[in-house]
C-alpha cells in the first residue's frame, strides 16, 4: 500500500479546526457563584451551623470507617493496617524494553503485543522525524516487513517530496526556518483488534496530536487534530511489524475551551517533554 493512498498531506497539517466560545450570560444572577444572597436571621444562621456540623461529624465517622483494617487482622496492634480495599490493577502487558533505532521493538507475541507494536509504529509514523529524510529510512526499515522496504522508502520519497516540505515550512533536509520549530507529536488513545492470528495482525489506533510550525508568522500554524490509524501487522524476524497503513478522521470530540498557547510556549513544551513506549 502506498502512502500515497493515505491521508498523509492531512496527518501532518493539523485539522485547522476553529475554537468556539459560548457567550458570556447577559443580565440576571451569575450560576456559578455570582448571585447576591439576601442576609439570613439569626435563626436561620442557627440551623445552618448545626446543619454543617452534622456533616462534618458524619465525614470523620465515614473516613473512620473506611481506616479500620480487616476484623480478621490478626497482625498485632503495633503492625500496619491493610487499606479495605486493593488499588485497582494496570491491564495488560509491560512495555517492551528494548527500542532499535529509537524506536520500541521486541513486542510480545500475542494479540496484546500487537496492539503495543501498532500503538508505537503509530508515533513513529506521524512524527517530525519521518519528514527528515535521513531518518525516514531508518523508521521505514525498522517498522515494515522487508520485503516492502524497498517499495515504501520510494514512496514515501515521492509523497515527501520538497514541495510537500516547501508548504509545511521545511527545508529540503525536514528542518524547520531558523526562530521556528516544527511539531508533529502524536498520541494514541486507544486501540482495537480488527483481526489476530498468530501470524497476521489489523489494528485500529484511535490517536490525537498537535501538528504544525511553531514561530512567529508562521503560516501553518500547530493545531490538534484526531484520526485513527489502521495496521496490518505480521509476526517477521521475532517482532510485529507493518505490512500496510491507511488513516481516517476521527473520531473527534467538541473542541474544549481552552487557552491558545503562545508559540515560544507550544516550541518550549515539545522540547521539554519526553514521549512515551505505549503498551496494551
Not at 31 to 46: D, E, F, I, N
Not at 61 to 70: C, L, S, T, V
Request: net charge negative.
Amino acid at each position: 500500500m502506498s502512502p500515497d493512498d493515505e491521508r498523509n498531506d492531512g496527518l501532518f497539517g493539523g485539522s485547522g479546526e476553529t475554537r468556539t466560545r459560548l457567550p458570556e450570560g447577559e443580565g440576571g444572577d451569575d450560576v456559578y457563584g455570582g448571585a447576591r444572597r439576601s442576609a439570613r436571621t439569626g435563626r436561620s444562621s442557627s440551623r445552618s451551623l448545626v446543619t454543617v456540623v452534622g456533616v462534618v461529624v458524619l465525614l470523620i465517622a465515614a473516613i473512620a470507617f473506611a481506616n479500620r483494617g480487616g476484623d480478621e487482622d490478626s497482625a498485632g496492634a503495633g503492625a500496619p493496617k491493610k487499606p479495605a480495599g486493593s488499588a485497582t490493577a494496570p491491564t495488560g502487558e509491560k512495555p517492551v524494553g528494548g527500542k532499535t533505532e529509537g524506536i520500541p521493538s521486541g513486542f510480545a507475541h500475542d494479540e496484546q503485543g500487537a496492539q503495543s507494536a501498532a500503538s508505537n509504529y503509530a508515533v513513529s509514523l506521524v512524527s517530525a522525524d519521518i519528514l527528515k529524510p535521513a531518518r525516514r529510512s531508518e523508521i521505514v526499515r525498522q517498522l515494515f516487513v522487508a520485503d516492502k522496504v524497498s517499495e515504501l522508502e520510494d514512496n514515501f520519497n515521492k509523497t515527501y517530496s520538497k514541495d510537500f516540505l516547501d508548504k509545511v515550512g521545511l527545508d529540503e533536509k525536514g528542518n524547520a526556518a531558523p526562530g521556528k520549530t516544527y511539531v508533529s507529536r502524536t498520541v494514541p488513545v486507544g486501540t482495537k483488534t480488527g483481526s489476530y492470528s498468530e501470524s497476521t495482525a489489523t489494528v485500529e489506533v484511535w490517536c490525537t496530536g498537535v501538528f504544525g510550525t511553531a514561530g512567529e508568522n508562521s503560516t501553518n500554524p500547530v493545531s490538534n487534530d484526531w484520526f485513527t490509524l489502521t495496521l496490518k501487522l505480521r509476526w517477521a524476524d521475532g517482532d510485529w511489524k507493518v505490512e500496510s497503513f491507511q488513516s481516517k478522521d476521527g473520531p473527534a470530540p467538541v473542541n474544549g475551551d481552552n487557552k491558545i498557547s503562545t508559540a515560544d510556549e507550544i516550541a518550549k513544551a515539545v522540547q521539554e517533554y519526553g514521549g512515551f513506549t505505549y503498551a496494551r
